[in-house]
C-alpha cells in the first residue's frame, strides 16, 4: 500500500511554521526572563513551564473552549479577523506555539543565565542599551541554547499527538497530521501505513538529535 | 574634579557594617585603592560606575551630578561617562578584538579606534577572537575598549590580578602611558604594591569600608593642614615619606627633606 506523503508534509510545516514563530515570540520572553528583576517573574515562569506538567488533553480541552465559535475569543476572532481556530491549520500552530514554549523559553532562558554577568555590565558602561546588549552580546554567545531550543520546539511539535487531536481532529490536508495518521491507520488495522509512518518520525527524530549533538561539539562562538 | 560621597550597607569579614567613603579626585589624577580582601574597593567601583546603587550620598564629575537621592538623580551607567576595566577583562567571545574596541565607539571614530590599537599593543592579533588570547593581552584589549568612549572617569578592577609578573609588569607601562596622554581621571584597584607604587600618584588605604590612610605619593594636597608627625627617607623606593595624623606622602622631590616634624604641611 503506497504511503500518503501528505501527513508528513503537513508535519513538517507546521513543525517548521511553529519553530520559527517560537523564535520571533520565545526569543525576547527568554530574555526578559533572564535579565528582569520584576517581582511577577515567577508567576509568567509557571505559565510558561505548565504544559511541561500538564497532560496535552488538558491544555487542548481549554484551548478547544477558547478558540470556539462561541466562546468570548473564539468569537471575536471569527468576527474581527474571519478566523476559526477550531478545527483548522492555524490553530493547530498557535496550539502548538502554546505547547511547545517551554522548549523555547527553557534552554535560551538558561543558556542567558548561564553567561558572566560582567559581559552585560561591561557593555552598559560602554553605553549601550540593555536590548542593543541583548541582541549584539548576549543571545550570539548562546549559539547552542538557541540550538537546543530550535530542535526541542520541532522535535516537539512533530510528536504532539493529544493537542493535536483536541484542536484539529483528522481533517486530511488541513489537521492530519503523522502522529495522527498513525492513529488513524492502527484503528482501521492497517499496520503496514501504521509502521510506515511510525518509522519515518522515528529516523526523522533520531536523524534531528544527532545533528544537535554532533552541532553543539562543534559550535564554538 | 570628581566628588563622591558613597554609603551602602555591606557584609564585612568581621560582620555586617557600612561602607562609607568620601573622596575629591583631581582631573587627571590616578588614585589607587588598596586594602585587604572584602575591604569595599570593588563595591567602590561599581557605585561609581552605576552597577550598583548606594543607599545614601552623592557623585558629581565636573559640576554634573551622577548621583544624588535628594535630588533623585541617579544616571543609568549608560549615562555616566566611565570606562569600567573588569578583573575577568569580559572580552565579547563573538567579537574580534577590532570589533570589541570598535563596538561602543562613537561613529566615524574609527582613527580612535586605530589610534588604541596601537597604543595598547594589540594590533598584531586585531582581527582573532579574545580566546586565543592571553590574559595580558585580554586586558589591554580591555583597556582599550573601555577608553574609546574617551570617559571622565576609568575605572579599573584589579587589572593585574589574574596576569603573572612578566604579563603584569608590561601592562603596566602602557597603562601608565595611556593615562599620561589621555589624561583621564583615573581609580585603579589593586592589592599588589608593585602595580600601585609604579602607577598611582595617590593611594587611598580602605580597612572595613573605610578609608584608613590615604596617601599622596608625589606633592602634596590643597586640603592638608596638618603637622608632619614623622619624616623619613625610603630608601627601597628612593622616597621621602611625611606621616600626618591621618594621611601619608611620598615623594622624590629632593627639596622635601627640608621639612621636619612639627612643620605644618603647606598648601600647593
Given at each position: 500500500m503506497p504511503i500518503d506523503w501528505e501527513p508528513i508534509w503537513l508535519t513538517l510545516r507546521l513543525a517548521g511554521i511553529t519553530t520559527l514563530l517560537l523564535l520571533i515570540l520565545g526569543i525576547p520572553l527568554a530574555g526578559w526572563l533572564a535579565l528582569s528583576r520584576f517581582r511577577l517573574k515567577p508567576v509568567v515562569e509557571a505559565l510558561v513551564s505548565l504544559p511541561i506538567v500538564l497532560p496535552p488533553s488538558v491544555v487542548g480541552f481549554y484551548l478547544l473552549l477558547a478558540f470556539s465559535p462561541t466562546s468570548g475569543v473564539g468569537a471575536w476572532l471569527l468576527r474581527t479577523f474571519d478566523v476559526q481556530l477550531v478545527f483548522s491549520f492555524q490553530g493547530l500552530v498557535v496550539a502548538s506555539i502554546l505547547y511547545s514554549l517551554p522548549f523555547m523559553v527553557h534552554p535560551v532562558q538558561a543558556g542567558l543565565e548561564n553567561l558572566p554577568i560582567s559581559w552585560r555590565e561591561a557593555s552598559y558602561t560602554l553605553g549601550q542599551s540593555p536590548i542593543r546588549t541583548f541582541w549584539r552580546v548576549l543571545l550570539p554567545n548562546c549559539k547552542p541554547a538557541l540550538l537546543t531550543g530550535i530542535v526541542l520546539s520541532f522535535a516537539h511539535t512533530i510528536g504532539e499527538f493529544g493537542l493535536v487531536l483536541m484542536?484539529?481532529?483528522?481533517?486530511?490536508?488541513?489537521?492530519?497530521v503523522a502522529s495522527i495518521a498513525i492513529y488513524d491507520a492502527v484503528e482501521r488495522l492497517h499496520f503496514e501505513t501504521a509502521h510506515a509512518y511510525a518509522a519515518l518520525l522515528l529516523g526523522l527524530s533520531f536523524v534531528i538529535l544527532l545533528l544537535v549533538y554532533a552541532i553543539n561539539k562543534r559550535v564554538t562562538i | 574634579m570628581i566628588e563622591f560621597d558613597l554609603t551602602i550597607p555591606r557584609l564585612f569579614s568581621e560582620g555586617t557594617g557600612a561602607l562609607t567613603v568620601q573622596l575629591t579626585l583631581e582631573t587627571g589624577s590616578l588614585t589607587a585603592l588598596t586594602g585587604p580582601s572584602g575591604s569595599g574597593k570593588t563595591s567602590v567601583l561599581r557605585l561609581l560606575a552605576g552597577l550598583d546603587k548606594p543607599t545614601q550620598g552623592r557623585i558629581a564629575v565636573d559640576g554634573v551630578t551622577w548621583f544624588d537621592p535628594v535630588h533623585r538623580v541617579n544616571l543609568a551607567p549608560q549615562q555616566r561617562s566611565v570606562g569600567y576595566v573588569f578583573q575577568d577583562s569580559a572580552l565579547f567571545p563573538n567579537m574580534t578584538v577590532r570589533e570589541n574596541v570598535s563596538y561602543?565607539?562613537?561613529?566615524?571614530?574609527v582613527r580612535r579606534v586605530d589610534d588604541l590599537i596601537d597604543a595598547t599593543g594589540i594590533r598584531p592579533f586585531?582581527?582573532?577572537?579574545?580566546?586565543?588570547?592571553s590574559g595580558g593581552q585580554r586586558q589591554r584589549v580591555a583597556l582599550a575598549r573601555a577608553l574609546v568612549r574617551r570617559p571622565q572617569l576609568l575605572l579599573l578592577d584589579e587589572p593585574f590580578a589574574a596576569l603573572d609578573a612578566d604579563s603584569s609588569q608590561a601592562l603596566r607601562p602602557v597603562l601608565l602611558d595611556l593615562h599620561r596622554q589621555w589624561g583621564t581621571t583615573t581609580v585603579l584597584v589593586s592589592h599588589y604594591d608593585a602595580d600601585v607604587r609604579a602607577l598611582a600618584d595617590r593611594v587611598i588605604y580602605l580597612q572595613q569600608g573605610r578609608i584608613a590612610r590615604d596617601t599622596v605619593v608625589a606633592g602634596l594636597p590643597a586640603r592638608s593642614g596638618e603637622r608632619i608627625e614623622h619624616i623619613h627617607f625610603d630608601k627601597v623606593t628612593q622616597q621621602w615619606v611625611i606621616d600626618t595624623a591621618t594621611s601619608q606622602f611620598r615623594s622624590?622631590?629632593?627639596?622635601?627633606?627640608r621639612f621636619a616634624v612639627g612643620d605644618q604641611v603647606r598648601l600647593q
Open positions: 484542536i484539529g481532529g483528522n481533517l486530511p490536508g488541513q489537521t492530519r | 561602543a565607539a562613537p561613529t566615524g571614530q586585531a582581527d582573532q577572537k579574545p580566546a586565543r588570547l622624590g622631590n629632593p627639596d622635601w627633606q
